[in-house]
């Protein structure tokens, strides 16, 4: 049932309880007030009575009935021991036998000497009677009037007022509906306000003029001010958590208590090969290894693991699992696998420096020990001196080479690009080396093709990478060799390539020959002097310039090495 409902039924009932109650005393009092009139009446007919008695007893039954006459009321005389002497209802002639009025209470009361008032049912003439008595001979006179006129003046009292109270509770249901659609609906529309507030929606106020209502409506709009306010906070708290989590690099993964998958960053679903619209299964089902889905159901289970190293296809993570204060559980996933490779690269780089500096070493410090314990021929020493020489040199070759790549690979060097002929820079490069190389017969010319004559780039860096693929193409091509060096125009670049008729690179070591320390023949390049660095250094070279490297070859035909250098308008913009 509404509330502006329960408020007029509720004001109706008070109406109707209140105009019953009013009803009911006024009935009471009228009454009471028109009994008493009558009372008195009577009482001043029984004085009268009393006066206008004849001394003669035989006398009282015909002056009785004409004294009753005159006033149009029962008059009753009774003796003192209670017997009726004389009614004036009874006609003339000997009384019945009548029972004994002594016990009467207004009987009692005159008999006594007192006025005696009393109201009932007569049994002698079957209606309600108001009796008075009074002393006077023979011992008491009594007098009694009908009630139906007190009924009669009661009844019409009773319909006027039962007609007002009617009226009076039509208005009063007519003011209690208006009173209530008053109160109800300023209620009604504060719950609508309410109700859009716990929607999200932006809420009407109303304005009802009551001033309780209106302290209600006031409260609830400042609530709803700090509900907005802190609503924004929580939104802004959210959006920031949420990019916070989307931006990291560890993997984030949120389940609920029953294990089924509620938050997935970008970062864990790359490391678990799933798109970023792509739903997961659940938490238990979302690993494929034994190791993995242990750590997922110890978090399930409330028990936190920190720091449990596994393996998953062909990435290392770090997983640690927490369990959730209200069920479930969240797992962080480093990705160690780079790491891992990084670390790997470490420590054969240092085996790979530690195992080239070793030889050197080795040599110098025996030639060293040699000369100094014995005292051999001048022909000797200088054999020995030219060996030390040797090794030193390819020692320090080594170091300027790992100081260049560090270099490079940490970007401190940045090219200054300048037009080159291509030709002059090849025959340079050439020339370089061939003065400090061993004596072998090898051809060597150059190629350049139509509009390839001139290439912007770093002159000493071209001179270096020309330099390296020479070193090599000149270290693997035997007696009667070619090497070629060749230009062409490839796009929006030049491509310049060494090629030689050497032994060849194998399929297998092709994609790694541009790797540190990677030899595809490792005895014969150390025997030869190399540091296993040169095509580091290209490859780093060259994409500095913002271009490219790569190889062809074949095994017993020959490498072709290939650099491609951007034009300059596109160094430029990449400087």
Not at 31 to 51: C, F, P
Not at 112 to 135: D, F, I, N, Q
Not at 357 to 385: H, M, V
Not at 478 to 507: L, Q, Y
Request: some cysteine.
């Amino acid at each position: 049932m509404s509330f502006a409902r329960r408020l007029v039924l509720g004001s109706i009932l008070i109406l109707v309880l209140t105009v019953g109650i009013l009803f009911w005393l006024a009935e009471r009092s009228l009454r009471h007030d028109l009994e008493a009139d009558i009372a008195r009446g009577l009482e001043s007919e029984a004085r009268l009575v009393r006066e206008a008695l004849p001394s003669d007893s035989l006398a009282w039954p015909p002056a009785v009935r004409r004294l009753s006459a005159q006033t149009g009321h029962r008059i009753t005389l009774i003796d003192r021991e209670g017997r009726v002497r004389a009614d004036s209802d009874f006609p003339p002639g000997p009384l019945p036998a009548l029972e004994n009025h002594a016990g009467r209470p207004e009987v009692r009361a005159a008999l006594a000497g007192e006025r005696g008032v009393a109201s009932r049912r007569s049994e002698t003439v079957g209606r309600p009677m108001l009796y008075v008595a009074m002393p006077g001979p023979p011992g008491a006179i009594r007098v009694a009037a009908g009630l139906e006129q007190v009924d009669e003046v009661v009844g019409r009292a009773q319909r006027a007022v039962a007609g007002a109270a009617l009226l009076a509770l039509l208005i009063g249901a007519l003011l209690a509906l208006a009173a209530g659609r008053s109160v109800a609906q300023p209620l009604v529309e504060i719950g609508s306000a309410a109700r859009a507030i716990a929607a999200g929606a932006l809420p009407r106020f109303p304005r009802s003029g009551i001033p309780e209502i209106d302290s209600l409506v006031h409260a609830l709009r400042q609530m709803h001010q700090q509900l907005g306010d802190r609503f924004a906070q929580l939104r802004h708290e959210q959006a920031e958590t949420a990019a916070l989590v989307e931006s990291m690099m560890e993997g984030v993964i949120a389940a609920d208590e029953r294990g089924r998958t509620v938050m997935a960053n970008p970062a864990a679903r790359r490391m678990l090969g799933y798109d970023l619209e792509e739903s997961l299964p659940d938490l238990p089902a979302l690993f494929r290894i034994k190791a993995a889905r242990a750590v997922v159901d110890a978090a399930l289970q409330g028990k936190a693991v920190q720091d449990r190293e596994l393996e998953l296809d062909d990435r290392v993570l770090l997983m640690n699992a927490r369990p959730l204060p209200a069920g479930g559980a969240v797992l962080v996933m480093h990705d160690l696998t780079e790491i891992r490779r990084l670390e790997a690269i470490r420590r054969d780089f240092v085996a790979n420096v530690s195992h080239e500096l070793k030889t050197p070493l080795t040599s110098i410090s025996g030639y060293a020990e040699t000369l100094l314990s014995d005292t051999p021929e001048p022909e000797t020493t200088r054999r020995f001196l030219t060996t030390i020489l040797g090794n030193a040199k390819r020692m320090q070759r080594l170091v300027d080479n790992l100081l260049d790549l560090a270099r490079l690979e940490a970007g401190h060097w940045r090219p200054e690009p300048e037009p080159l002929e291509v030709a002059d820079v090849a025959n340079d490069a050439w020339h370089s080396i061939e003065d400090g190389a061993r004596p072998v017969p090898v051809e060597f010319t150059v190629e350049v093709g139509s509009g390839a004559e001139t290439v912007v780039a770093d002159p000493d860096a071209v001179h270096q990478i020309l330099t390296n693929l020479m070193e090599n193409a000149l270290r693997y091509t035997p007696s009667g060799g070619r090497i070629i060096c060749r230009s062409s125009a490839e796009g929006d670049g030049i491509a310049i390539s060494v090629a030689d008729t050497g032994s060849g690179i194998s399929p297998d070591h092709l994609p790694r020959i541009f790797e540190r320390f990677y030899r595809s023949d490792p005895s014969r390049s150390r025997n030869e002097g190399g540091t296993g660095l040169g095509l580091a250094i290209v490859k780093h070279l060259v994409e500095a310039h913002g271009g490219r490297v790569s190889a062809e070859s074949q095994r017993g035909s020959g490498t072709t090495i290939t650099c491609w250098f951007p034009t300059g308008a596109v160094q430029e913009s990449l400087a």
